[in-house]
């Protein structure tokens, strides 16, 4: 028996993984572009510690990176923090604006 099944595998929503900045792709090791190393920081993903960052398509290539949830952490609240000043919603009234609220709740989720 296995506890893979009990183990809570993070993804990111689909609608906010465009606002998460990823690192260049053609500066990134081959394990790293196949989700084997976390995205940002290199470790060692396992299925436990690894968050989904969904697809993402760069030059005709689909790559599907993962990372660790300290590096996700820090990669989300970088966005939730800079997104109001790119989202007409944000200036208009934030507390209204889904995707600031998702980033957030993201961030809260990973910080458990
Ligand atoms: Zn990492
Ligand atoms: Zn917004």
Known sequence: MTSVQSTQLM???AALVPHIMLPRLELLSDARTRGAECVWGGERMTGETAVDLGKHTDGGL???????????RAAVR???DYHP?????????????D?????HELFIGLSR
Not at 91 to 96: Q, S, V
């Open 11 to 13: 993804e990111i929503p």
């Open 62 to 72: 689909n790559w599907f990176p993962r990372a660790c949830r300290r590096c996700t």
């Open 78 to 80: 970088a966005a939730r």
């Open 85 to 97: 000043g790119s989202c007409e919603q944000c200036a208009d009234n934030a507390d209204i604006c």
């Open 99 to 103: 995707v600031r609220r998702g980033l």
